[in-house]
Nanobody, 127 residues
Framework: QVQLVESGGGLVQAGGSLRLSCAAS????????MGWFRQAPGKEREFVAG????????YYADSVKGRFTISRDNAKNTVYLQMKDLKPEDTAVYYC????????????????????WGQGTQVTVSS
């Protein structure tokens, strides 16, 4: 059973920064790409950032490109999302997710590709 546990969310003023962490357990972490998604009230869950198994490839939604950075530490079974220059429209529950297919060389941005999800962490950006 795979478990993903997010942490690091909170309330921050516009222009501020937060770092989210997602600790994984239950299968070989380094065999799977990982992703961060978010869901705002009344909206569908959307892709934010993804990272390949080794960390050598990263992908971002246009809305966060240049402000967010995804990284991973395979020795610690943890994936991170560094968020800078936060905007009120970044307010959402943020989820980390694990790809359902091991050993892929690409990062998929659709939610139905991911089979394990964390419980989510709230990020609120005040104006």
């Amino acid at each position: 059973q795979v478990q993903l546990v997010e942490s690091g969310g909170g309330l921050v003023q516009a222009g501020g920064s937060l770092r989210l962490s997602c600790a994984a357990s239950g299968r070989t972490f380094s065999s799977y790409a990982m992703g961060w998604f978010r869901q705002a009230p009344g909206k569908e869950r959307e892709f934010v950032a993804g990272i390949s198994r080794s960390g050598g490839k990263t992908y971002y939604a246009d809305s966060v490109k240049g402000r967010f950075t995804i990284s991973r530490d395979n020795a610690k079974n943890t994936v991170y999302l560094q968020m800078k220059d936060l905007k009120p429209e970044d307010t959402a529950v943020y989820y980390c997710a694990a790809d359902s297919v091991p050993y892929t060389i690409v990062v998929i941005t659709t939610t139905n590709r991911y089979d394990y999800w964390g419980q989510g962490t709230q990020v609120t950006v005040s104006s």
